[in-house]
């Protein structure tokens, strides 16, 4: 080991020394703790990486949940892309422990690892990294993915959320990561079902009191703001007795929708 390793090392060791001392907390119970979040956290989002799961546990070195997976804790399936290089899911024994801690219980469908849409993992990620950030900075108290609050089903043309955020004071904040550019119909629908999805369901209530669209691009950004903004044309899209879709009509973007719907720029 030469000498810059053998000092990183050393301070990454020093580190989780202080750790310990302040928690109070014996490295076993540290250490169940540790997976029982890790556990929890997969049991929501279906799977995550190496790096996310650092990340979650605040941890200055990688490694973790490959010695869970050693543990048979959880399963570790190399990506297509290379990037990252796996995504982890839950063996059995892990699903029944994340089972008997979680105050509600969701569909785990991930046991067939193979189930995983690789072609979201990017997407999905990035959701899960906002997420921890945005706890970490005091910003939301807890989160529901897609699987916990979407039991049942899809409110008919109303957006679903990749992730809702919620404050301490109880407000939801639907999260939407877009990483590729909606052109007409899709970006008509987009826009029509956020302002559903906000829209005051005649007791001064809605579902949610803001939406967070969270994108890689500022080209993305500025066109999604552009289309919200106040008086900007909407069409209403219908399928024709063709099959084709067709503008049935074009109303107006409400005053309101803009002040209601934050953007993020985040780095790739």
């Known amino acids: 080991m030469n000498n810059l ?20 907390k014996s490295p076993r119970e540290i250490g169940k703790e540790s997976r029982l979040k890790i556990l ?8 995550t990486s190496s790096s996310v799961g650092q990340l ?3 941890r200055t070195s990688g490694g973790y949940l490959q010695k869970l997976s050693k543990q048979s804790w959880l399963v570790p399936t190399k990506t297509k892309s290379g990037v990252p290089a796996a995504y982890f ?3 059995q024994i892990a699903l029944e422990e994340a089972e008997r801690n979680a105050n509600s219980l969701c569909k785990y469908l991930e046991l067939d ?6 072609s979201k993992i990017r997407h999905n990620l990035i959701a899960q990294t906002s997420t921890i950030n945005a706890l970490r900075a005091g910003l939301i108290t807890d989160y ?10 899809d409110k008919l043309g109303v957006k679903r959320p990749d992730v809702v ?4 004071t109880g407000l939801r904040c639907g999260i939407e990561v877009e990483l590729s550019a909606k052109w007409e119909r899709q970006l008509d629908d987009f826009v029509l079902k956020l302002i559903r999805a906000l829209k005051s369901n005649g007791d001064n209530s809605s579902e949610f009191s803001r939406f967070i669209i969270v994108s890689d691009s500022h080209a993305i950004i500025n066109r999604y703001s552009t289309a919200m903004q106040s008086g900007q044309p909407l069409s209403i899209w219908e399928k024709s007795d063709r ?3 067709v503008i049935q009509k074009t109303i107006r973007v409400p005053d309101w929708l803009i002040s209601r719907v934050d953007f993020q720029l985040i780095e790739s």
Request: no cysteine.
């Open 5 to 24: 390793n053998k000092d990183k090392f050393n301070g990454q060791l020093a580190a989780a020394r202080a750790v310990l001392v302040s928690s109070g």
């Open 113 to 118: 690892q193979y189930k995983v849409d690789q």
């Open 89 to 91: 899911t839950l063996s």
């Open 40 to 47: 929890e956290w997969i049991y929501r989002w279906g799977y």
């Open 56 to 58: 979650l546990l605040g």
């Open 243 to 245: 099959g084709h879709w």
């Open 165 to 168: 955020w919620v404050t301490s």
């Open 144 to 153: 529901q993915t897609e699987r916990m609050f979407g039991v049942d089903g």
